[in-house]
C-alpha cells in the first residue's frame, strides 16, 4: 500500500522549513521570470523598506486566492500577513479568465473558486521576449489559454488599494490532480498555522487513551464516553448551550433521522431560540448535520 495523502503531504510541507519555510532563490534574476525586474532586486530595490527587510530571506506559501485578498498589511511598506504570519512569496492555481496583452507585460485574470485576481508578467525587452513568444507553444514553454487552469508563483503586490499578484512564473497545469493536491496543501499550511501542527493532536490523542488528557468538560454520558470529546477527540471551544445541546443529541435514544430542536428544547428546559443559536453553532463547526429538514439534527460520527 503507497503513502497516504495526509502522508504526502506532510512530507511536502517538511519541504516548506516545517512551519518555517525555507528561503528561495528563483525569480529576482532579471528578465520575464523575475517579475519585470532586474537581477538582485525583490520588489523593484533593495534599499526600499520592504525589500531590505525580506532580500535573501523570501518565503514561498500555497494559498487560495480569497486568503490573498483577505491578507492583512499593517502599513503601506510592510509584508502582507496570512493567519498572521508574513508572506513573501505565494503560488496558487486557478483558471485563467482572460488574458490582456500590453506593451510591458501580460495580465491574466484567474479563479480558483474562491476569489478572482489579476497576475501581471511583465516582459524584459533586453531577454528577446515578444508578446507572441510568451502566448506561443514551444518545447520549454506550453501555451497559456483562456478557460485553462495554471499555476502562478509569484509577489503579492497592491496599487491604488487594488491587488495584484506579479508573477515571475506562470505555467499551464497539464496534470489535473494538481488542482485538488494544491487546494489540500493550502488548506494543511493554513491548519498548521491556525491549529498547530498535526504532532500534538496525535499527542493528545495518545495521552487522552491513557486517562492523562485532562478532565472531562461535561462529565460522562450514558454509555460511560466522556461527553466533552467527540469519539476521543477534543471537542471545539464552544458555548455550554451549545455543549449541553451536543449532550442531548449524543445521549438521548433516537432513530436514525435524529432529534427535532422542539424535542431537544423540551428535554433541556431551553428557549427555541436558544437551541436554534446552539445547533448553528455545533453546525458550523461540522459537530452535527440536519436530516429530515433544517430542525433536525444528528451528531456527526468520525
Known sequence: MGPSIYQLMTADYNSYGGGQYSTTSYGA???????????????????????????????????????????????????????????????????????????????????????????????????????????????????????????????????????????????????????????????FVHLYFTRGPPEQFSKAAIEGTNGTYGQPQIGYDQNGADAGTMNGRQMPNVSPGARRVYQALKTSPQNNEGLHVQNVAAQLGMQIADVMKAGDELLSHGMIYTTVDDNTWAILEF
Open 29 to 187: 534574476q532579471g528578465g520575464a521570470g523575475g517579475g519585470g525586474f532586474m537581477g538582485g532586486s525583490q520588489s523593484g530595490s533593495q534599499n526600499s523598506p520592504a525589500g531590505k527587510g525580506t532580500y535573501g530571506k523570501d518565503t514561498l506559501r500555497p494559498v487560495t486566492i480569497k486568503q490573498v485578498l483577505d491578507a492583512q498589511q499593517p502599513h503601506p511598506d510592510a509584508e502582507f500577513k496570512i493567519d498572521g504570519v508574513e508572506i513573501t512569496q505565494v503560488t496558487f492555481v486557478g483558471q485563467i479568465r482572460n488574458i490582456s496583452t500590453q506593451t510591458t507585460n501580460i495580465t491574466y485574470k484567474l479563479d480558483d473558486g474562491t476569489g478572482t485576481i489579476e497576475v501581471k508578467q511583465w516582459i524584459d525587452s533586453d531577454a528577446n521576449t515578444s508578446l507572441d513568444d510568451a502566448l506561443t507553444t514551444t518545447s520549454s514553454k506550453p501555451k497559456l489559454t483562456e478557460n485553462e487552469y495554471a499555476r502562478v508563483w509569484g509577489r503579492l503586490k497592491a496599487f491604488n488599494n487594488k491587488r495584484h499578484v506579479g508573477a515571475h512564473v506562470i505555467r499551464p497545469i497539464i496534470d489535473k490532480n494538481e488542482i485538488q493536491y494544491h487546494l489540500l496543501e493550502a488548506t
